[in-house]
């Protein structure tokens, strides 16, 4: 598909709407309110991304290198098709052909900065007169692939800091385990491929454990991330285990754990008939082996209320109320935990658990704080984190729209800004060109500032006139979101 229709409808006629004397126009993007309670940052991700692989590879690939006459018949057959134009408007199409390369400027804060809440993290202007409407005519694609990694970051940045305050808490100072405590889950349930990708990526900025394989390979080619960025265990899923049937179930978990992974971890799905079951009478019986293996034997259970799961069910009898952690333990022991000079609480002997249904923020919370309760290390405890956390987000999540609040008219710069009287606030714009000071997560906006003062401030100038500018290192960008935990 070529990229002069990722769009909507509207912004086809948008450049007869301006008013006469318009040469210039400045959008940005911004997160401008938050529905996560006491979030008021959010991270800036997944720019480079879409400059190089659309602003870059899409637009030479399908556009600038196709026959003028080809994009030109095809423009008018759908615009005719869709909109009922009898004749198309297509000289806008055609000169921007004929230029060869997109005349835009694009200004951005460093990829995996955090911008408080109504800091514009992106600014972009068109850098020829002609071109007044392309800026705005690009919302509705820059949205489309900015607003899911860049909340899939912050959402990785959050539980990455909830799982290092509570490693800290219960005495760790080695924080290597949090690398793979986050285990990203999702792919399956999220809306597409590409969806997946970009939440995945965002979900690597703070997590090396994923099973979204195409996120890895997309942060490697986007951010030359290395294909160790990301990484996984040898792991189980429902129709391994019940293809041995319910009778052969322990010779499953024995096969599993002698026989075709006798080292290194191995997670094993163990709710398929009796989770009970598995843990007071199949551990018990493989726990010499597991106990003499080079590798942890990780129990998943993947059904059930999470907390009541691992941390036990009070109200329940039998290994139940004890749940998952504390069985494990008892069985196969524990060990002191003081890496690197930390007070840790024990590790599980060779063993550990996984959940990765339906697990939440909140949900994290509370099953670090039930584990560290019965006195063991919350590294214990790897959390799956699937598409009930990275999908049940939207663009509203933390506001982000792209207005434009600048032109230049006859030559002057001219504030323009939106400001409905039926609104209380979140859906007010910027007015003018705005300039963003100071570091990050603490960033300050001026707004009607000068067009010089974009590049004396703290944006960069990361794209131009078809040309990226700054091409960021995913190393980098992890540190950088990671430095505001």
């Excluded at 000079?341 to 550990?352: D, E, K, Q, R, S």
């Excluded at 040309?467 to 430095?483: E, M, P, Q, W």
């Amino acid at each position: 598909m070529q990229p002069i229709y990722l769009i909507d409808f509207y912004k086809v006629g948008h450049i007869d709407q301006y008013p006469a004397g318009i040469t210039q126009i400045w959008s940005n993007w911004t997160p401008r309110t938050s529905r996560i309670k006491e979030q008021h940052t959010v991270v800036h991700f997944g720019l480079q991304y879409f400059i190089k692989k659309i602003l870059i590879e899409a637009f030479e690939n399908e556009f600038f290198k196709l026959n003028v006459d080809e994009v030109i018949n095809h423009y008018s057959a759908v615009m005719q098709a869709t909109l009922g134009l009898r004749k198309p408007r297509t000289d806008h199409i055609a000169d921007l052909h004929q230029l060869g390369h997109l005349p835009l400027d694009i200004y951005s804060i460093p990829e995996g900065n955090s911008t408080p809440l109504n800091c514009p993290s992106v600014v972009l202007t068109n850098t020829h007169p002609d071109f007044f409407w392309l800026p705005n005519y690009f919302e509705t694609m820059l949205s489309a692939y900015l607003w899911k990694p860049s909340t899939s970051a912050t959402t990785a940045q959050r539980f990455r800091a909830l799982f290092e305050k509570h490693a800290r808490e219960s005495g760790e100072k080695d924080f290597s385990f949090i690398e793979w405590q986050g285990h990203d889950f999702s792919m399956r349930g999220m809306s597409g491929i590409e969806d997946a990708i970009l939440s995945g990526m965002g979900h690597l900025t703070c997590f090396s454990g994923t099973d979204s394989l195409p996120a890895i390979l997309a942060a490697n080619q986007y951010y030359s991330a290395g294909l160790s960025c990301g990484g996984s265990v040898p792991a189980t899923e429902h129709s391994v285990m019940c293809a041995g049937g319910k009778d052969g179930e322990f010779e499953t978990f024995r096969r599993l754990i002698e026989d075709i992974y006798p080292t290194g971890i191995v997670s094993i799905v163990s709710d398929t008939w009796d989770l009970w079951q598995v843990l007071t009478d199949f551990i018990p019986r493989l726990k010499t082996t597991i106990l003499a293996r080079d590798g942890k034997v990780v129990i998943r259970p993947d059904s059930g209320v999470p907390d009541l799961i691992i941390c036990g069910n009070e109200t329940a009898e039998g290994p139940a109320k004890k749940g998952v952690i504390e069985l494990l333990a008892e069985v196969l022991g524990t060990k002191s935990n003081t890496a690197n000079g930390g007070t840790g609480l024990p590790l599980i002997n060779n063993g550990g658990a996984i959940y990765g249904d339906a697990i939440s923020y909140e949900r994290a919370e509370k099953i670090l704080k039930g584990i560290i309760a019965k006195g063991l290390s919350p590294y214990n405890m790897v959390f799956g984190i699937g598409s009930y956390t990275y999908e049940y987000v939207t663009r509203d999540t933390y506001g982000f729209a792209m207005k434009a609040t600048a032109t230049r008219q006859h030559g002057q710069v001219i504030p323009i800004f939106k400001k409905p009287v039926t609104d209380t606030g979140g859906k007010f714009s910027h007015k003018g060109i705005p300039v963003v000071q100071g570091e990050s997560g603490k960033y300050v906006v001026s707004e009607q500032s000068l067009p010089e003062d974009l590049d004396h401030c703290a944006f960069e100038k990361v794209f131009s006139n078809g040309k990226l500018l700054v091409d960021n290192s995913f190393s980098t960008i992890r540190s950088r979101v990671r430095a505001n935990l």
